[in-house]
């Protein structure tokens, strides 16, 4: 035993990439034993810059100049490259930065709905193919069936609550509400009836008012829409809550 030092060195380095045609830095790992002719090679999926316009700069850990890497022959570890170092590519093709990054000045590919729809390859006609979705006739039927029914049933049932008579509300998933109509008919905010709902207590959403739109007046939070289905119209006195008590 000679009593020497061994020096181990890792065979991977984790360094920093930054290039002239990004602000951004990526963090890669690469394997000391690779030429700097190979290892432009790799940095060129990462950064756009082709290999022959291609220059190496080493910064250290605290991003101080060190080296030129401009060998193409030497090894990537015969370079003082410490994890964390940076590695700054120079790109000397003329392009500017942000010239890969910027999708505003990429060429957009269009195609008319006439042209696809003559395509065989495309998602279209794979669903017609396959009878999937609005391509499938009888389910689309039997859709817009269900939905006529549940609009009849809606329809139906607004024309039996009167403004102004009390309510229950009962909304599955949520407590039981007690208030009085105010509002009876459809809306702008979405298809289909809804009954317009002045709260006792302020368990409603707005003020009678949707999207800019008023439908009832009443005070903020004691307003709601509710589908006609989930009103109940009966002798719901206003509770007092004990505010006369003493």
């Not at 290039?19 to 830095?25: A, K, N």
């Not at 957009?108 to 979705?133: C, E, H, I, N, P």
């Not at 009167?162 to 298809?191: E, H, L, N």
Request: aromatic share 8%; glycine share 8%; proline share 4%.
């Amino acid at each position: 035993m000679d009593g020497g030092l061994t020096v181990v060195t890792n065979p991977i380095v984790a360094v920093r990439l930054t290039s002239t045609l990004s602000s951004f830095e990526v963090n890669k790992k690469y394997s000391r034993g690779l030429c700097i002719a190979d290892f432009k090679g790799k940095l060129e999926m990462v950064v756009g810059t082709p290999v022959s316009c291609m220059d190496l700069e080493l910064y250290s850990t605290s991003d101080q100049f060190l080296v030129k890497m401009d060998d193409n022959d030497a090894l990537l570890g015969s370079y003082p490259v410490d994890d964390d170092c940076r590695i700054h590519v120079v790109d000397l093709s003329g392009a500017k930065e942000g010239e890969f990054s910027d999708l505003s000045k990429v060429e957009k590919f269009t195609l008319s709905d006439d042209a696809y729809a003559k395509k065989s390859d495309s998602v279209r006609s794979f669903m017609k193919k396959q009878r999937v979705g609005r391509f499938n006739e009888e389910e689309m039927a039997t859709k817009e069936s269900e939905q006529a029914a549940r609009d009849a049933k809606e329809e139906a049932a607004a024309s039996a609550i009167p403004v102004g008579s009390r309510c229950q509300v009962q909304v599955p998933g949520q407590p039981t509400k007690i208030g009085a109509v105010m509002y009876v008919g459809t809306a702008d905010f979405k298809p289909g009836h809804w009954v317009g709902v002045k709260y006792d207590e302020p368990l409603g959403k707005h003020d009678g008012s949707v999207a800019g739109k008023r439908y009832f007046e009443c005070e903020n939070k004691y307003g709601a829409f509710v589908k006609p289905t989930n009103i109940t119209v009966g002798d719901f006195p206003e509770e007092d809550f004990g505010l006369d008590e003493i």
